[in-house]
């Protein structure tokens, strides 16, 4: 079993910031890709930003210079930290990795349970 969990959302005004985590638990041999999504209500989940292993990184047009993604490969971590926040970056945020888990030897796709992020005054 491999588990991912989300945390570092909350509420905060326009213009702040917060930084979500998301670890990797669980019985991994590799973990490849990771990226973090985020879904609003009444919209389709997105692509907000992904990170290769070896820390190439990709963003949606729409967070690029304000949003970072990293990780911590030593740690089975991922890192989105999200600067001059706007109310239209209000949405359950969703970390996903590419994983190869003990005893396989293919990659599956794997989600966290997401967390809130709220951007108001």
């Known amino acids: 079993q491999v588990q991912l969990a989300e945390s570092g959302g909350g509420l905060v005004q326009p213009g702040g910031s917060l930084r979500l985590s998301c670890v990797a638990s669980?019985?991994?041999?590799?973990?490849?890709?990771m990226a973090w999504y985020r879904q609003a209500p009444g919209k389709q989940r997105e692509l907000v930003a992904g990170?290769?292993?070896?820390?190439?990184?990709n963003y949606a047009e729409s967070v690029k210079g304000r949003f970072t993604i990293s990780r911590d490969n030593t740690k089975n971590t991922a890192f989105l930290q999200m600067d001059g926040l706007k109310p239209e970056d209000t949405a359950v945020y969703y970390c996903?990795?590419?994983?190869?888990?003990?005893?396989?030897?293919?990659?599956?796709?794997?989600w966290g349970q997401g967390t809130q992020v709220t951007v108001s005054s």
């Open positions: 669980g019985r991994i041999f590799r973990i490849n890709d």
């Open positions: 996903n990795a590419k994983i190869i888990s003990l005893f396989s030897v293919f990659q599956s796709d794997y």
């Open positions: 990170i290769t292993s070896g820390h190439s990184t």
